[in-house]
């Protein structure tokens, strides 16, 4: 059985109920200053990322969760012998819209490290960048929603995720005519 890790550095995933994620989160930090359980429980997370989208050709940025019904927790549950700590096991139990720990049944076990830096680093990426809210895929047939070529058809030739650009063949005056847009400028026709 792997060692358990110190208490701050256990991370655990809560399995909440869909669409409260924010607010459980929110209640357990509300909870945490009443209950003076900050020594006990670090910080709370849902995993969000910001998406990118055209309606009716406007464009519109917003908060989407990376794993719908589930948080981060960072807390002391378990104690150098596998025991839950009393204190935090009945905080976690007693919290609103607070459904299991994802993987377990009854006895909830750590993320390890490397798992808690990948997913704090995706978490991170996500929240600063923003990704369209539509996947492309070369030789996709698009619609151009704003620019100057708008109402276009033309073809995905080539996609530069880390630019957030598209390459899109575009029939201009009879010729196919290269033109590169941005993510948010074009929708599936």
């Known amino acids: 059985m792997p060692a358990i890790p110190e208490p701050k550095d256990q991370w655990y995933v809560l ?17 945490i200053a009443t209950e003076e359980m900050s020594d006990l429980v670090f910080e709370v997370v849902v995993p969000t990322e910001r998406v990118a989208e055209v309606k009716k050709g406007k464009r519109s940025e917003t908060t989407r969760k990376v794993f719908p019904g589930y948080i981060l927790a960072n807390m002391w549950l378990l104690d150098e012998n596998n025991k839950p700590v009393v204190k935090t096991w009945h905080f976690i139990k007693e919290t609103d819209g607070f459904l299991n720990f994802a993987g377990t049944k009854d006895h909830p076990i750590p993320l390890r490290p490397k798992e808690v830096e990948s997913l704090l680093a ?19 047939n698009v619609r151009v ?45």
């Open 145 to 189: 929603a704003d620019g100057p070529f708008e109402s276009q058809t033309g073809i995905i030739e080539e996609i530069d995720p880390d630019r957030g650009l598209l390459r899109v063949a575009v029939n201009i005056f009879g010729r196919s005519t290269p033109v590169d847009l941005e993510y948010w400028q074009v929708e599936k026709a």
């Open 15 to 31: 399995h909440v109920r869909a669409g409260l994620e924010q607010r459980v989160r929110e209640n357990m930090e509300r909870r």
């Open 122 to 140: 995706q978490v991170r990426d996500r929240e600063e960048g923003v990704k369209p809210k539509v996947m492309f895929s070369v030789g996709d």
